[in-house]
């Protein structure tokens, strides 16, 4: 189900491309907002105008923060899995990356041209793999960071996919993003 979600995700977030690429960059504004998954055991803080800014998809589990901002032209998608429930699928990091590419990102991770990346973590964090990329599609670019990341607790799988001109203008935003997220 993850597998054809994050999938479906990215197709989503492509079509967006095709709708919006005349329509120019996305300037996400706003007061720092925090939001967490169903089962609270995480959040982030984004700029956020009004309480329509971020969309949370709510037909994800409970592990997951699925986020878009109101035109679609970003997308957050976090999971946490807690260091118990992977026992028996990932022993380390390398393990757990290797199991979410597999299991969840699949097809979409082959098409992502990837380069390593010098991104901020949350002090918590004990080890991280850092990724930016691009991905293209019919003359169309996403742009994004994928993070596998452990804490004592928990490993992450943090995905952020823009349209090319809303990441450009809202990098350190999305940036800033991930150095909020907290453990709750």
């Known amino acids: 189900m993850k597998k054809s979600f994050l999938i479906s995700c990215a197709a989503m ?12 960059s996305t300037s996400i504004k706003g ?18 105008a009004n309480d329509k800014s971020w969309i949370i998809n709510e037909d994800t589990s409970d592990d997951f923060l699925d986020i878009s901002n109101d035109d679609d032209t970003v997308n957050i998608q976090i999971e946490c899995l807690s260091k118990s429930q992977a026992q028996y699928i990932a022993d380390d990091l390398d393990a757990y990356e290797n199991y979410s590419i597999t299991n969840n990102l699949g097809e979409i991770y082959q098409d992502m041209d990837l380069k390593d990346s010098d991104l901020q973590t949350p002090d918590f964090i004990i080890n991280s793999i850092k990724k930016s990329y691009t991905l293209k599609s019919g003359g169309n670019t996403v ?14 799988t943090y995905l952020i996919m823009a349209i090319d001109e809303a990441y450009d203008s809202n ?3 999305l940036t800033d993003s991930i150095t909020s997220l907290k453990e709750l």
């Open 13 to 24: 977030i492509l079509f967006s491309c095709f709708l919006l690429a005349s329509c120019g």
């Open 31 to 48: 007061d720092k907002t925090e939001f967490t998954n169903a089962d609270k055991s995480f959040s982030i803080e984004l700029p956020a």
């Open 143 to 156: 742009k994004g960071i994928l993070l596998f990341m452990e804490s004592e607790k928990c490993y992450y």
């Open 171 to 173: 990098e350190s935003k």
